[in-house]
């Protein structure tokens, strides 16, 4: 089996940074990756999830159940985050890594609250 090593030189790591430098920034950010076609609205699944996630926020102010209160709130989280890239398309991947960090920060809690 041959094989073929190339000798990488200083001069192609600044061709490299040159190429990136110079596209466009809006190409690299906030490129969410769709399989099917584009779409506007949620699906039906997300649409319910949304729903029962907002009765159990209200149901868990209303009889102080803290677990509760952080699981529905980490899905709400996690569902704002399809909002704000159009909003804001400079930050939209630093806001969308926070808004996932914190999501799954509140569900981790509420699991951990669950069995104390």
């Known amino acids: 089996m041959m094989m073929i090593y190339k000798k990488i030189t200083q001069k192609d790591f600044d061709e490299a940074e040159k190429a990136y430098n110079d596209c466009d920034r809006a190409e690299r950010t906030c490129k969410i990756k769709q399989v099917g076609p ?3 609205h949620f699906t039906k699944g997300q649409s319910t999830a949304s729903l029962l996630a907002i009765l159990l926020l209200l149901y868990s102010i209303l009889f102080t159940d803290i677990p ?4 529905s709130a980490s899905f709400l989280v996690w569902i704002i ?3 704000i890239c159009p ?3 400079n ?3 630093t806001i969308r890594s926070a808004l996932k960090s914190l999501s799954l920060t509140l569900f981790v809690g ?3 609250l669950i069995f104390l």
């Open 91 to 93: 930050n939209a991947e």
């Open 68 to 71: 509760a209160f952080f699981l």
């Open 110 to 112: 509420s699991i951990i």
């Open 81 to 83: 985050q399809y909002f």
């Open 38 to 40: 584009e779409r506007k």
């Open 87 to 89: 909003l804001a398309k």
